[in-house]
């Protein structure tokens, strides 16, 4: 079992930048699928991007281009780096993880068993 606590969110213009960060704690040393979610007020919580274990990313088609995933020292960071900001990308943003035991569930956001508290991310026009 492990730990997520992001921080690094904030208030941008539209065409900013930020870097969501994911301490990783617990059982970390352990393999386990991450992912960063999104919810935004009054809509259902969305994947915007996942990493197996293998090190390969999966972005939603809204953030293509825009946003990096990638992990760090042994898998303890794990960071999301956001540019060309949009007001649409103004949500509440989730660090999770799942066991790697399904590839395709990984993928696709799916049954993610552990969660942060979450960091605010607001794009104003």
């Known amino acids: 079992q492990v730990q997520l606590v992001e921080s690094g969110g904030g208030s941008v213009q539209a065409g900013g930048s930020l870097r969501l960060s994911c301490v990783v704690s617990?059982?970390?040393?352990?393999?386990?699928?991450m992912g960063w979610f999104r919810q935004a007020p009054g809509m259902r919580r969305e994947r915007v991007a996942t990493l197996d274990p293998a090190g390969v990313v999966y972005y939603v088609d809204a953030v293509k281009g825009r946003f990096t995933m990638s992990q760090e020292q042994g898998k303890k960071l794990l960071y999301l780096q956001m540019n060309s900001l949009k007001p649409e990308d103004t949500a509440m943003y989730y660090c999770?993880?799942?066991?790697?035991?399904?590839?395709?569930?990984?993928?696709?956001?799916?049954?993610?068993?552990?969660w942060g508290q979450g960091t605010q991310v607001t794009v104003s026009s």
């Open positions: 999770a993880a799942r066991s790697p035991s399904n590839s395709y569930a990984c993928a696709q956001g799916i049954a993610y068993q552990t």
């Open positions: 617990g059982d970390s040393d352990s393999n386990y699928c």
